[in-house]
């Protein structure tokens, strides 16, 4: 079993900047593909970025890329992703996925482990 926490979400303006982590209580066995996605109140939880950890590969959505960035660091078994100029529509509860397959995967069900979330709210 893959425990994935969340942190660093919060209220922020928009233009401005957040970042979010997820840490993994297991090694990158089970860790091989690291996702985020997020879910605004009435919508379907959607793909936002994505890194396979062997070698750093990284996708994006088309709504986030060029303002998010996905990245990790291998000695704290941590996912980052660092948002910029947030927008109003990036508000949502945003959630860490995890998943033991090497590949990059866009779809929830594409993962097997899922973090508790994270609240991101953007006023405008």
């Known amino acids: 079993q893959v425990l994935l926490v969340e942190s660093g979400g919060g209220l922020v303006q928009a233009g401005g900047s957040l970042r979010l982590s997820c840490a993994a209580s297991?090694?990158?066995?089970?860790?091989?593909?690291m996702g985020w996605f997020r879910q605004a109140p009435g919508k379907e939880r959607e793909f936002i970025a994505v890194?396979?950890?062997?070698?750093?590969?990284?996708a994006y959505a088309d709504s986030v890329k060029g303002r998010f960035t996905i990245s990790k660091d291998n000695a704290k078994n941590t996912v980052y992703l660092q948002m910029t100029s947030l927008k109003s529509e990036d508000t949502a509860v945003y959630y860490c996925?995890?998943?033991?397959?090497?590949?990059?995967?866009?779809?929830?069900?594409?993962?097997?482990?899922w973090g508790q979330g994270t609240q991101v709210t953007v006023s405008s």
């Open positions: 996925a995890a998943d033991r397959r090497v590949g990059i995967r866009r779809t929830v069900a594409g993962y097997e482990y």
């Open positions: 297991t090694g990158t066995f089970s860790t091989s593909t």
């Open positions: 890194i396979i950890w062997i070698d750093g590969s990284t």
